[in-house]
């Protein structure tokens, strides 16, 4: 059974920092590559960043790069995502997320329950 669980959430203040831990079971996972998702209040998904099956190469999206570093530990089936300079707008749930293949050109196929981020004063 595929098992994606997060961990590290909680809450900070603006300008702190954040790292989320996605530790992973079931399947191999030096053999996929990796994503964060996340969702804030009343909107929808938002790719966060992804990285290649053995964090060769990294990806963020626009608001997220230089204060966000995506890793993975294959030895230890766990992926990484490191917040710093948090914003309140980064206030969200965080997935973790399965890809079908080594690199994320291959779609999304398993999520984990998230965990949520709070930026707040």
């Known amino acids: 059974e595929v098992q994606l669980v997060e961990s590290g959430g909680g809450l900070v203040q603006p300008g702190g920092s954040l790292r989320l831990s996605c530790t992973v079971s079931g399947f191999t996972f030096d053999d996929y590559a990796m994503s964060w998702v996340r969702q804030a209040p009343g909107k929808g998904l938002e790719w966060v960043s992804s990285?290649?099956?053995?964090?060769?190469?990294?990806y963020y999206g626009e608001s997220m790069k230089g204060r966000f570093t995506i890793s993975r530990d294959n030895a230890k089936y766990t992926l990484y995502l490191q917040m710093n300079s948090l914003k309140s707008e980064d206030t969200a749930v965080y997935y973790c997320?399965?890809?079908?293949?080594?690199?994320?050109?291959?779609?999304?196929?398993?999520w984990g329950q998230g965990t949520q981020v709070t930026v707040s004063s």
């Open positions: 997320v399965k890809h079908f293949g080594k690199t994320r050109a291959h779609g999304m196929d398993y």
């Open positions: 990285t290649t099956w053995n964090g060769a190469a990294t």
